[in-house]
């Protein structure tokens, strides 16, 4: 490995970690990272560098360092690709045994996770789909100018149940989505439905003013989720629409009959005398797994 001014010490420490087995390497990484983050660029052996050192280290961390250590890069501008790529691997390998969009359990944890996580997690879930972003299926083209006018239309009159039916149409995700996004009170969701039905910026923000008070009424953050929508790749808001999608079509199989009739077979056997009745039958709903998309 070559070696450069960048990290001399931190080197030295890897090879005594690596040599004698001493568990010094999660800190190690944070270390790292904290150093590479305060310099807002790097030279080119510098990266070369960080990333050769990052790489060695975040296969021996635990899930925790890691998750720490992407927490932080999301904020970094010039975060290394091969960093956060590797990072995303071991996150899908560790909580979901494989790729989000091809693991229905996998989908409804990363819908989960990226509602519950912060302004911060958020986008570095963004990010993370934005790296891994070319297996996805591209989506139809951007929404009609008439879908964007009915939805910036509802925001201006300050409707969130109208806003919320015309993403559910636009995007053809199910209501209970729409509805999430529509009532977030941080703002990502709404950015990501928006890039991907090629929302023009100066409707997002009226759209970030009006329809939620929460968002609307903070300047800083109107300014903060316009900078972030500006900087958001149409591919990322894409897989996350995606996901949406799949998971809204998992959620109306896994309620339908298992026959067609099913319902009215139940109706006809209610009202026919019988000797004695049996405890309707009931589908049990499948068991999922869980990290953390």
């Not at 070559?2 to 005594?16: A, E, F, I, R």
Request: glycine fraction near 4%; charged fraction near 25%.
């Amino acid at each position: 490995m070559t070696k450069s001014s960048g990290y001399p010490p931190l080197d030295n420490l890897v090879d005594l970690a690596c040599r004698d087995g001493v568990e010094i390497r999660p800190v190690l990484l944070r270390v790292l990272t904290d150093l590479f983050v305060q310099k807002p660029s790097h030279s080119a052996e510098e990266e070369a560098q960080y990333v050769e050192l990052a790489l060695r280290l975040i296969d021996a961390s635990d899930a925790e360092t890691r998750s720490a250590v992407a927490t932080r890069l999301s904020t970094y501008a010039n975060a290394p690709v091969a960093v956060l790529r590797r990072l995303i691997e071991l996150a899908a390998a560790a909580n979901v045994g494989g790729e989000p969009a091809s693991n229905p359990a996998a989908r409804r944890d990363l819908v989960e996770e990226f509602f519950a996580a912060s302004a911060e997690e958020r986008r570095l879930i963004l990010t993370n789909l934005e790296v891994v972003g070319q297996t996805v299926p591209r989506r139809a083209p951007p929404a009609s100018s008439e879908v964007i006018r009915r939805l910036e239309s509802a925001a201006l009159q300050r409707n969130p149940g109208e806003f919320a039916r015309m993403l559910e149409r636009g995007l053809g995700i199910s209501r209970s989505i729409a509805e999430r996004v529509t009532r977030d009170d941080s703002g990502e969701p709404l950015l990501v439905a928006a890039k991907a039905l090629g929302m023009p910026a100066p409707v997002v923000q009226r759209v970030l003013m009006f329809l939620n008070p929460s968002i609307g009424q903070s300047v800083r953050r109107v300014f903060e989720l316009s900078q972030l929508y500006e900087d958001m790749q149409p591919t990322a808001a894409e897989r996350m629409v995606t996901i949406w999608k799949e998971t809204s079509v998992t959620q109306r199989v896994s309620h339908a009959p298992v026959y067609w009739d099913d319902n009215k077979a139940g109706a006809r056997i209610a009202a026919a005398p019988t000797r004695h009745t049996a405890a309707p039958r009931r589908e049990q709903p499948g068991s999922y797994l869980k990290k953390s998309g």
